[in-house]
């Protein structure tokens, strides 16, 4: 449940399995309120995606959320199809989801971000856990978008960290460069969360099964999920575990968790069609007199948290299906 102090979200995803955890962390935690969702093509279809975000909101008891389907194609090549072996052929590992019956709205994710932030002018924030596709195609629809959003926060790229789709380009960043580029550009508050970070953030099986063990449909559903997650991460740390890309791009779009080395500097996107297409340049070479301000620098990068970001995510979860439960408990008067 939000209080009467949350700020509004808009959330952009390509809903697969961190995706799904991000959106059940996003309506669980009292400090936002999320006001529209838009799915782009990525772990699965944009109109996969929305159909997986639909299903699980009504799972969720949210289902007056509007959700809209966007660009099912980068802005440079084609969709490719997905990615059924990290997040399963419906992107969510399988798992069957009771269907919701709505369908996304008449307006694309573009139309949506723009409404929205005109109606919540410089108080919208936007968490982007998907391609940027989207997030580019509102930028050309309203010019005055980074004017009407409070910040974006974008999980993508790696800093110092290798890529997870080629050497050096993370898959949000790689499936469309030329997007990611013009946001990036754009001249708005920006925090990227790369990599670096949620590769270092891991989810464990003792985690999962914490999951699986609480009286929920979506803890149990989550549950499931990542038990197909946790089998394409076996190869990655060597055990079945999970990174938390996107449910951490949340908790720290919502200033859910503490942040120890994030500084603001300049970043980049290679477009070009050599080996490092995808790779977001960040300037970190302050980093030995401890990042001062770089001049006209409008990215936060996050590197480090000062927590363990395992517990945050499960007990925000936890606390709110808890008090779900307290509710339908209580006797009517």
Excluded at 137 to 159: D, N
Excluded at 166 to 187: C, F, G, H, R, Y
């Amino acid at each position: 449940m939000t209080d009467r102090t949350a700020a509004h979200f808009y959330l952009d995803c390509d809903t697969g399995i961190d995706d799904a955890l991000a959106l059940a962390y996003l309506l669980a935690t009292p400090r936002a309120e999320l006001v529209g969702i838009g799915t782009v093509s990525g772990n699965v279809s944009a109109a996969g995606g929305a159909r997986n975000t639909l299903d699980l909101l009504q799972l969720a008891g949210h289902p007056d959320i509007p959700v809209a389907v966007g660009a099912h194609h980068p802005q440079a090549g084609t969709f490719h199809g997905g990615a059924p072996h990290v997040h399963g052929s419906n992107g969510i590992g399988g798992v069957e989801l009771p269907r919701s019956d709505r369908e996304p709205i008449q307006a694309t994710a573009a139309e949506l971000l723009v409404q929205l932030a005109h109606q919540h002018a410089g108080e919208l924030r936007v968490v982007a856990i998907g391609p940027l596709t989207n997030i580019a195609a509102a930028l050309r629809l309203e010019p005055k978008l980074p004017e009407l959003v409070a910040e974006i926060t974008i999980m993508g790229g790696a800093a110092l960290a290798p890529g997870n789709i080629t050497a050096v380009a993370e898959a949000n960043i790689a499936n469309d460069p030329e997007a990611a580029a013009e946001v990036l550009a754009a001249a708005w508050n920006v925090t990227l969360v790369p990599l670096d970070v949620t590769m270092s953030n891991v989810l464990e099986e003792r985690h999962r099964q914490e999951l699986l063990a609480t009286d929920h449909p979506v803890s149990q559903a989550l549950g499931d999920m990542l038990g197909y997650y946790f089998g394409f991460y076996v190869d990655i740390f060597g055990r079945a575990c999970s990174a938390m890309h996107d449910p951490l791009a949340a908790a720290i779009a919502v200033q859910g968790v503490e942040l120890t080395v994030a500084p603001t500097v300049r970043v980049e996107v290679d477009t070009t069609s050599g080996p490092g297409r995808g790779q977001t340049v960040c300037d970190l070479r302050g980093q030995y007199l401890g990042f001062p301000d770089q001049r006209g620098a409008r990215c936060r990068v996050v590197l480090e948290l000062g927590e363990d970001f395992a517990s945050h995510l499960l007990g925000t979860m936890q606390a709110a299906w808890l008090a779900e439960d307290s509710l339908d408990a209580a006797p009517v008067a």
